[in-house]
């Protein structure tokens, strides 16, 4: 049941990537599986959760009329899967759902470089890698079960892919490297692991009731550089509003890194939300630019998401908080 004296707050879910292969492996914070998924809508399906929109829910909060125990689902990024996976679900529980869409990589069509490369590193067998045949390698085996060397061979590939400007000399690089740790790259690319959605997925989804909203163009939102903060918002916009033929007033800020240095821009460029990785629930007192979110995956246990969605979770952390509090007083004093 869920608690009463906690209904009037929202809960916003958070997810990311939707397992087609292994992925949940690789990444349980990132991934999650379908059947997981679906474990989960199964839950928000149940009275007396009311599952919104984010449009609705950020209405309500600023006019203090929430519906109570209210969810709403987002998800960051935009990997392939929201549309393979997730977005089917979506519509077959008649779910409303947001997806912060980040614009670089979607027009790339290749698999995000540093998922890829950290992919193939942690899912191959091989413990020695000899790169020595190609131009980019090392003469001296690397031995990936040594922490150290194995940060050091995956900075060197990073450090080589952004030497690499065509489509063809990375699709050559990734080759390389999947002959070298017995990975086929080809394979992870057909299937799109880890690869976001192309422009016409976007604009279907769109079509299809999917609310598209801002992640940043290049996943980089800087606190000090005002100038490439609102590019990154700008050209994140005009791409994504071309594609959904319609206004974007929300955003998420990458990777959950925001800073109270954000909130003049945001208003600026007329976001309405903002949305981070902060967990909590939310009230009509809160912050629309420090949206709280509980971040879901396959790492998270079954009672654990049970316990969020419920307000339980929320109860502890409100009882731990004044417990705290009390002990900072009592020192004080």
């Known amino acids: 049941m869920s608690n009463y004296l906690l209904r009037k707050k929202l809960l916003i879910l958070c997810y990311h990537g939707f397992e087609i292969n292994n992925e949940s492996q690789f990444r349980p914070q990132l991934f999650i599986k379908k059947d997981t998924f679906e474990r989960r809508l199964l839950l928000l399906n149940k009275k007396p959760l009311c599952i919104v929109s984010l449009d609705q829910a950020v209405q309500a909060l600023e006019n203090d009329n929430l519906p109570d125990n209210s969810v709403v689902i987002t998800i960051d990024d935009g990997f392939y899967s929201v549309f393979s996976i997730a977005f089917p679900l979506l519509r077959q529980y008649d779910f409303p759902a947001t997806l912060y869409?980040?614009?670089?990589?979607?027009?790339?069509?290749?698999?995000?470089?540093?998922?890829?490369?950290?992919?193939?590193?942690?899912?191959?067998?091989?413990?020695l890698v000899n790169t020595s045949q190609y131009t980019w390698g090392n003469k001296e085996l690397i031995d990936l079960t040594q922490p150290q060397d194995k940060k050091l061979f995956i900075d060197s590939c990073l450090f080589n892919i952004e030497r690499l400007e065509s489509h063809e000399g990375l699709e050559q690089f990734y080759n390389e490297l999947g002959n070298v740790l017995d990975i086929d790259y080809k394979d992870v690319r057909d299937k799109r692991?880890?690869?976001?959605?192309?422009?016409?997925?976007?604009?279907m989804l769109a079509?299809?009731?999917?609310?598209?909203?801002?992640?940043?163009?290049?996943?980089?939102?800087?606190?000090?550089?005002?100038?490439?903060?609102?590019?990154?918002?700008?050209?994140?916009?005009?791409?994504?509003?071309?594609?959904?033929?319609?206004?974007l007033v929300h955003f998420c800020y990458p990777s959950g890194q925001w800073s109270t240095l954000h909130w003049p821009l945001l208003k600026k460029e007329g976001i309405k939300s903002a949305a981070t990785c902060l967990s909590g629930l939310?009230?009509?007192?809160?912050?629309?630019?420090?949206?709280?979110?509980?971040?879901?995956?396959?790492?998270?246990?079954d009672i654990v998401f049970e316990a969020?969605?419920?307000?339980?979770?929320?109860?502890?952390?409100?009882?731990?908080?004044?417990?705290?509090?009390?002990?900072?007083a009592s020192v004080n004093i």
């Open 193 to 203: 692991l880890l690869s976001l959605l192309s422009e016409s997925e976007v604009s």
């Open 101 to 127: 869409l980040t614009t670089m990589d979607i027009q790339k069509g290749q698999p995000i470089p540093r998922l890829l490369v950290d992919y193939m590193v942690e899912t191959t067998t091989k413990n």
């Open 308 to 328: 969020e969605l419920y307000r339980f979770s929320e109860l502890i952390r409100i009882i731990k908080n004044k417990l705290s509090r009390s002990s900072i």
């Open 207 to 247: 079509s299809k009731g999917l609310d598209i909203q801002l992640h940043t163009h290049t996943h980089h939102f800087p606190q000090d550089d005002a100038e490439t903060a609102s590019w990154e918002i700008k050209k994140n916009q005009q791409i994504l509003e071309k594609l959904t033929n319609k206004k």
């Open 282 to 301: 939310n009230d009509s007192n809160v912050n629309l630019l420090l949206l709280n979110r509980f971040l879901d995956g396959e790492s998270i246990p």
